[in-house]
């Protein structure tokens, strides 16, 4: 109890800083919403200023057991150093986590027989950047955490249908056609800031695609 009444104090002291650090975190929660990363960015976040308080409270705890006297700017000093030394560090960190760095793609075991070539362009364009054997990382797939976000969502989509695998194991193709007429495939998140401009379809583009898709099987049940 006297500990948390002390540092209520400690924040209300700082409310700049206080919001500062909120305001940071709800920024790392939204744009983990925006690159489909929510619920990891928001561990990230709340893990980073775990940290941060952390190493304010030893801090804390070294001043007192020395005696030396602080000021509030002491303070703020020693949380904003610890702020940016916990990004710092942290950021680098990341960097070494192996997962999202191996780039390298599953064997193709057989596509479905598409239609036409046009079709099986419009997939690829559309598609192929997560479910398939053949995805193309970029820039932003080799620095953390973007690069988990990436892996994730790539992992998971091959998990739902990698169609390079399509004839060894068709997974859930037969909601080929659907995904792409209610429009949640691909996902906003792939489109969104401008990013793979090339996997958003036109109107036009995308009624081409399901009608070659009608003829194509497998990409519908029962067909
Ligand atoms: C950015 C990566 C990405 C792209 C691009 C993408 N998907 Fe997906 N797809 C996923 C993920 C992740 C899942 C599984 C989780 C989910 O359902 O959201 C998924 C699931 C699916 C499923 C399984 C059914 C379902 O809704 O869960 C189908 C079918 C599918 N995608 C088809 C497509 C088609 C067709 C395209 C191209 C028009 C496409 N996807 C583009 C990531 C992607």
Not at 134 to 150: C, L
Not at 176 to 203: C, E, H, W
């Amino acid at each position: 109890m006297i500990y948390l009444r002390t540092r209520w104090a400690a924040i209300r002291r700082h409310p700049i800083l206080a919001a500062a650090a909120l305001l940071l975190v709800i920024l790392c929660i939204v744009f983990g919403a925006l690159i489909g990363f929510l619920p990891g960015m928001a561990a990230l976040a709340v893990f980073a200023v775990f940290v941060w308080w952390v190493v304010l409270e030893v801090a804390a705890w070294r001043r007192r057991s020395r005696h030396t006297a602080t000021d509030s700017r002491g303070e703020t000093r020693t949380a904003v150093i610890a702020a940016v030394g916990v990004v710092v560090i942290g950021f680098g960190l990341m960097q070494a986590v192996p997962y999202g760095r191996d780039h390298a793609n599953p064997p193709v075991t057989g596509e479905p027989t598409w239609s036409s070539d046009a079709t099986r362009a419009l997939m690829v364009r559309a598609c192929y950047q997560c479910h398939s054997s053949e995805v193309q990382y970029p820039a932003y797939a080799s620095i953390a955490p973007t690069s988990w976000a990436v892996q994730r969502h790539i992992d998971e989509a091959r998990g739902a249908i990698n169609y390079s695998q399509f004839a060894t194991d068709p997974g859930e193709a037969d909601e080929t056609i659907q995904v792409i007429r209610d429009g949640s495939m691909p996902p906003a998140y792939f489109t969104r800031f401008g990013i793979n401009p090339g996997a958003k379809l036109t109107d036009a583009e995308r009624d081409a695609l399901i009608a070659g898709l009608e003829k194509t099987p497998g990409m519908a049940e029962g067909r």
